[in-house]
């Protein structure tokens, strides 16, 4: 009998189910050149009055013809059209606060051309802007999107549902805006979520529920707090907090490091509740995991695949173990500098919250997590030689406590390393900043256009040359809150470089990326699983806080 993975599993809808078969079976029928983006076919809605099982008989008549041969293209666009809609889960929504002219930052732009820009980024809301459709909440089984009770902003182009952790740039953005009704409505959904599943998911569909994303909703709702006062969403959300930060820091996601003197850390990891090909990318995943040949190798290795889009950052070959091969995946064996940031700021965020709340015991228990959290980065994560936040391999499964070694940090220099600057705990300590501006400054991730998310070019989308908002933001952020001179400067050259690249981009593309190739100026990033995204909440999500949120006058 084989052996299998027993990790925790999520189950999916049997919509989902049966759309990897559609899915599948396009992957056949077109040529290679010409086969449609598998997440279009995951994304379908059951029309209208059909059901899901007569939809099924239908595609095993479809498809019994012959096993060997796959079903003509014609016949499966057919089969598709009939039963299925692409664009009824969402319905165009006019934001009730944006506003045309927002002239308060704007005043802030001195370059009359990168003025006309900002303006245009900014009215990409209004495009972005939708709500669920009614039917989506009559008739919840025949769609993959969840239904949310606010008005959403959407990606756009392929990504057309809500994103977990996308969202707390597009709430900067949004607070710059002066939006403040539209961020609220983005964080009472992600609530909503969290209310019903115990965590928020990485994306707002049915096959998103097996796994979370980077948990900045405390910063969410603290960047609300910080502008509106809103103590009301303060106290709403406090206990929706609580029970994002339990999943976070137990089960499988809790890890312990033991150190010399036998003091026990407690960090935490991604950890997908999931072990089979992800239904978004089904074929791709099923693909890989041909490389191995027994049950439990294939499960491993695709709990470790989903792990990797749980962390935001897919795919990388930070979760590699023998880089940049991709079979080496083993991102549930790593405790990532990064998520250990997050929650950090959870619990600073959290202590503040509670404080505004009158409940101080709360509060002070949270500060006490957050103190026994920044010990555990000094111990853990610190590597004096290089500077540096280091992540750590685990030896085991990562069940029991581990006695903490040197040789299992990983060296291999990536933006991540630097992210715990944004904590200010880390960026008001001088000497350290000191250490570490010397080590960014050595560590060969400053480019021309911006921080590089690695040195390492293995053709995937976060690994070198590519250089992404997030990382800009979080190490330009903290630098600039130091106060060391030479931080504050660097801070503001990589501000300068990105916006700069980022606009030379637009002017000869006309369109605003994703992603950059920082390693040249002017030049989009690429690499990945799909295309590369333009003009949607890519731009207002990665790069809209960059843009539009303090720098221009690095411009």
């Known amino acids: 009998m084989a052996i299998s993975d027993t990790g925790p599993l999520v189950q999916t809808t049997p919509l989902v189910t049966f759309l990897q078969r559609v899915?599948?079976?396009?992957?056949?029928?077109?040529?290679?050149?010409?086969?449609?983006?598998?997440?279009?076919y995951i994304d379908?809605?059951?029309?209208?009055?059909?059901?899901?099982?007569?939809?099924?008989?239908?595609?095993n008549d479809l498809t019994s013809g012959s096993r060997d041969l796959p079903v003509p293209v014609k016949k499966l666009e057919k089969f598709v059209h009939e039963y299925f809609d692409d664009a009824k889960d969402l319905v165009p929504h006019e934001p009730e606060d944006f506003v045309t002219d927002p002239f308060a930052f704007l005043l802030n732009v001195e370059n009359d051309q990168v003025r006309e820009w900002a303006r245009e980024v900014h009215s990409l809301w209004k495009t972005l802007c939708y709500r669920v459709s009614d039917s989506v909440r009559e008739s919840p089984d025949r769609h993959t999107l969840l239904p949310l009770p606010e008005p959403v902003i959407i990606p756009?182009?392929?990504?057309?549902?809500?994103?977990?952790?996308?969202?707390?740039?597009?709430?900067?953005?949004?607070?710059?805006?002066?939006?403040?009704?539209?961020?609220?409505?983005?964080?009472?959904?992600?609530?909503?979520?969290?209310?019903?599943y115990g965590y928020a998911l990485?994306?707002?569909?049915?096959?998103?529920?097996?796994?979370?994303q980077p948990p900045l909703l405390?910063?969410?709702?603290?960047?609300?707090?910080?502008?509106?006062?809103?103590?009301?969403?303060?106290r709403k959300a406090i206990p929706v907090l609580l029970k994002e930060y339990e999943f976070w820091t137990s089960g499988k996601h809790k890890v312990v490091i033991r150190d010399a003197s036998g003091y026990d850390h407690m960090?935490?990891?991604?950890?997908?509740?999931?072990?089979?090909?992800?239904?978004?990318?089904?074929?791709?995943?099923?693909?890989?995991?041909?490389?191995?040949?027994?049950?439990?190798?294939?499960?491993?290795?695709?709990?470790?695949?989903?792990?990797?889009?749980?962390?935001?950052?897919?795919?990388?070959?930070?979760?590699?173990?023998?880089?940049?091969?991709?079979?080496?995946?083993?991102?549930?064996?790593?405790?990532?500098?990064?998520?250990?940031?997050?929650?950090?700021?959870?619990?600073?965020?959290?202590?503040?919250?509670?404080?505004?709340?009158?409940?101080?015991?709360?509060?002070?228990r949270f500060v006490k997590a957050s103190e026994a959290r920044e010990k555990a980065f000094k111990t853990v994560f610190w590597n004096e030689k290089a500077g540096q936040w280091l992540d750590y391999w685990l030896s085991s499964d990562g069940d029991e406590p581990e006695t903490w070694k040197a040789e299992n940090q990983n060296t291999n220099v990536f933006a991540s390393n630097f992210a715990p600057i944004w904590i200010s705990s880390f960026n008001s300590d001088e000497n350290l900043v000191k250490k570490v501006v010397k080590a960014l400054k050595n560590s060969g991730l400053i480019a021309p256009a911006g921080i590089l998310t690695s040195l390492k070019n293995s053709g995937q989308q976060w690994d070198y040359p590519n250089g992404w908002a997030p990382q800009q933001e979080i190490i330009v952020?903290?630098?600039?809150?130091?106060g060391v001179k030479e931080a504050k400067e660097i801070a503001e050259e990589i501000a300068r470089r990105w916006i700069r690249s980022s606009y030379s981009v637009y002017k000869t593309s006309g369109s605003i990326h994703e992603k950059l190739n920082v390693a040249e100026f002017g030049e989009y990033g690429g690499g990945g699983e799909y295309k590369p995204q333009v003009d949607g909440l890519w731009v207002v999500k990665r790069s809209y806080i960059s843009i539009l949120g303090g720098v221009w006058m690095a411009f």
């Open 202 to 212: 990485n994306g707002a569909r049915a096959y998103y529920t097996n796994r979370s």
């Open 477 to 482: 952020t903290g630098l600039a809150r130091t």
């Open 267 to 364: 960090l935490s990891r991604y950890y997908a509740m999931w072990n089979m090909p992800r239904p978004e990318s089904y074929v791709f995943d099923q693909e890989s995991a041909s490389a191995f040949s027994s049950t439990l190798q294939k499960q491993r290795f695709l709990r470790d695949i989903a792990t990797a889009a749980e962390t935001g950052c897919d795919f990388s070959t930070r979760w590699m173990r023998d880089p940049p091969n991709f079979a080496t995946m083993a991102t549930t064996s790593v405790v990532p500098v990064d998520l250990n940031v997050f929650l950090l700021k959870m619990e600073h965020d959290i202590a503040f919250m509670m404080g505004i709340c009158g409940d101080k015991n709360g509060s002070v």
């Open 44 to 59: 379908l809605s059951l029309k209208l009055p059909h059901h899901l099982s007569t939809v099924e008989a239908a595609f």
């Open 218 to 234: 405390s910063s969410m709702v603290y960047e609300i707090y910080n502008v509106t006062k809103d103590e009301e969403l303060v």
């Open 23 to 40: 899915q599948l079976e396009a992957h056949r029928s077109y040529p290679n050149e010409k086969t449609p983006d598998p997440k279009f």
């Open 156 to 196: 756009g182009s392929r990504f057309k549902e809500v994103y977990y952790w996308d969202s707390y740039w597009v709430i900067k953005g949004l607070m710059t805006s002066k939006m403040f009704t539209t961020a609220k409505g983005i964080v009472t959904n992600l609530m909503s979520l969290v209310e019903t």
